[in-house]
């Protein structure tokens, strides 16, 4: 069975939960394409990382979700949203017991591994195809939903799916997950 990203729920809220992830590290391509299109074009060379296109030649396990964020700039952090862009970021979760550290080097200069930190995130999961209208939609009402709730969207949403391309689009399980903080954790920060 394939492991899924670690994290530890926070809350079930009106058509969204609210999830604390943990530290990861994720392997991750920067694609030229549109929405529909971006997973597929960064798949092969996710893919050939973790079955050892690698400096040790080793195999890391597959895990979900795949991840895919539309890239703002080139020092956003990353990880597909909405917008005119046709760049995007797609990435694997790496197992959790992979670390920054021991995660081999990839061969594949296209190929980057980085660490992402722990976040709070309002996730709304769905199932259907994996079109980016179906997507927008959905990241609209979650927008919706944590403004109601009094949360501060941070960062740019993601698109998780977690499913092969073969599964029947009915069946398949994605999400969209936006980072968030509370008004009252931003006004203690200043």
């Excluded at 936006?178 to 008004?183: C, K, L, Y």
Aim: net charge negative.
């Amino acid at each position: 069975m394939t492991e899924q990203q670690a994290y530890e729920m926070v809350g079930q809220r009106s058509g969204y939960e609210l999830r604390e992830y943990p530290t990861c590290v994720v392997a991750e391509v920067d694609v030229q394409g549109d929405f529909e299109q971006a997973g597929s074009i960064a798949f092969r060379p996710l893919l050939n990382y973790i079955q050892g296109n690698n400096s040790s030649r080793q195999s890391v396990a597959m895990t979900a979700p795949v991840v895919q964020q539309q890239s703002i700039d080139m020092t956003a952090p990353v990880i597909q949203s909405t917008g005119d862009s046709q760049q995007h970021t797609v990435a694997f979760v790496l197992p959790r017991s992979v670390t920054l550290t021991t995660a081999p080097i990839p061969s594949d200069p296209r190929v980057h591994v980085r660490e992402m930190p722990g976040r709070l995130t309002a996730v709304a999961r769905y199932s259907g195809r994996w079109s980016q209208s179906s997507y927008e939609r959905h990241v609209a009402e979650l927008r919706e939903a944590i403004a109601a709730d009094g949360l501060v969207a941070v960062g740019e949403p993601r698109f998780a799916r977690f499913d092969p391309p073969f599964k029947p689009w009915f069946l398949r399980r994605n999400e969209v997950h936006i980072d968030v903080e509370s008004p009252t954790a931003r006004a203690s920060d200043q």
